[in-house]
């Protein structure tokens, strides 16, 4: 069997999670090798990823090299990934969960009490919760690989900024001034790696399976499943979150304005065995709270 071709983003974030998937296959006798590539998101860093109008601006890239031929398969960050995967791509294994969590990295926490409070973050989700929760604070955009909006926000004013626990941790970048913002949702799939192949690709697929963690599965599954049926996008103002303990599936989502100033939130568990279409049934309590008049707004804006 030829070495497969793993494609991925050439930021030292998603060349860790294409190494790690590389290990694993070789673990399990599989040689590869890395196909590096730049998404649009990586190469236009001055507009907000809301204003670029395009969905899976992350992932397309790297779409169009499987579908070609280029690569064998591709590995992701899996809240980037939207929920319907291109004609012809299959989703390949949902490798274990890392840390879900956002955290905040800070110059001190004294600002978070003051009403010129300043922060920064390039998500929509984000910033509307942390309005929603600080509304006199002011956000600013913040974009790039993870080193560059580290080093934005120390040459900045800003007081701090918004990073997810995953990736600071899965490239030993967590400073000591953080603090874990436990009630900030995540996004769907948040923490979650992602591989995807081509349907016609039977050794890959099988290959991939083995690498599949079912609890992290079933969980990204009900939280994209939200998300889809809330017609979100990857950028619309949404979290989402399922937790299984003890056979019993807990989740947590939340749709808000952009000004952070309407929240719409369920939570709610249910036994995992009936997790098929749970996602579903709270995206549509959702919409009926006044979800569908809050997505027309946001629709008008994204």
Same mark, same amino acid.
């Given at each position: 069997m030829k070495p497969f071709i793993i494609g991925t983003r050439d930021s030292e974030l998603a060349l860790w999670q294409a190494k790690t998937v590389q290990k694993k296959l070789k673990d399990n006798g599989v040689e590869s090798t890395l196909y590096p590539v730049k998404s649009s998101g990586d190469l236009n860093? #001055?507009?907000p990823l809301y204003e670029m109008g395009i969905t899976g601006i992350f992932t397309k890239s790297l779409d169009v090299?499987?579908?070609? =031929? #280029?690569?064998?398969?591709? +590995?992701?960050?899996?809240? #980037?990934? *939207? /929920?319907?995967? *291109? !004609?012809?791509i299959v989703q390949g294994a949902v490798l274990r969960r890392a840390n879900h969590r956002d955290l905040l990295v800070h110059k001190g926490l004294g600002f978070l009490d003051?009403?010129?409070?300043?922060?920064? /973050?390039?998500? &929509?989700? @984000?910033?509307?919760?942390?309005l929603n929760k600080y509304p006199h604070h002011k956000v600013s955009n913040l @974009?790039?690989? +993870?080193? /560059? @909006?580290? !080093?934005?926000?120390?040459d900045s004013d800003w007081n701090g900024a918004i990073f997810a626990a995953a990736g600071l941790e899965r490239i030993d970048l967590m400073p000591q001034n953080i603090q874990y913002l436990d009630w900030m949702i995540p996004a769907p799939a948040q923490g979650a790696m992602l591989t995807v192949t081509r349907e016609d690709k039977t050794e890959v697929i099988e290959a991939l399976a083995k690498l599949n963690? @079912?609890?992290?599965?079933?969980?990204?599954?009900?939280?994209?499943?939200f998300l889809r049926t809330l017609e979100g996008g990857c950028t619309a103002p949404i979290g989402a979150l399922a937790r299984i303990e003890k056979d019993v599936l807990h989740f947590e989502g +939340?749709?808000?304005? &952009?000004? =952070? !100033?309407?929240?719409?939130?369920?939570?709610?568990?249910?036994?995992? !065995?009936?997790?098929?279409?749970?996602?579903? /049934?709270?995206?549509?309590?959702?919409?009926?709270? =006044?979800?569908?008049? &809050?997505?027309?707004?946001l629709r008008k804006i994204l």
């Open positions: 860093l #001055d507009v090299a499987l579908i070609k =031929g #280029d690569i064998d398969l591709a +590995v992701h960050s899996m809240k #980037d990934v *939207p /929920t319907q995967l *291109p !004609k012809t003051a009403e010129n409070g300043h922060i920064a /973050t390039g998500s &929509l989700r @984000r910033k509307a919760q942390w @974009r790039g690989n +993870v080193n /560059t @909006r580290m !080093k934005k926000l120390e963690n @079912r609890d992290s599965e079933i969980c990204v599954e009900v939280e994209r499943s +939340v749709l808000l304005s &952009l000004d =952070g !100033k309407e929240r719409l939130f369920i939570k709610k568990s249910i036994d995992v !065995k009936n997790y098929k279409n749970f996602g579903e /049934t709270c995206a549509d309590e959702i919409l009926g709270k =006044g979800g569908n008049k &809050l997505m027309e707004e």
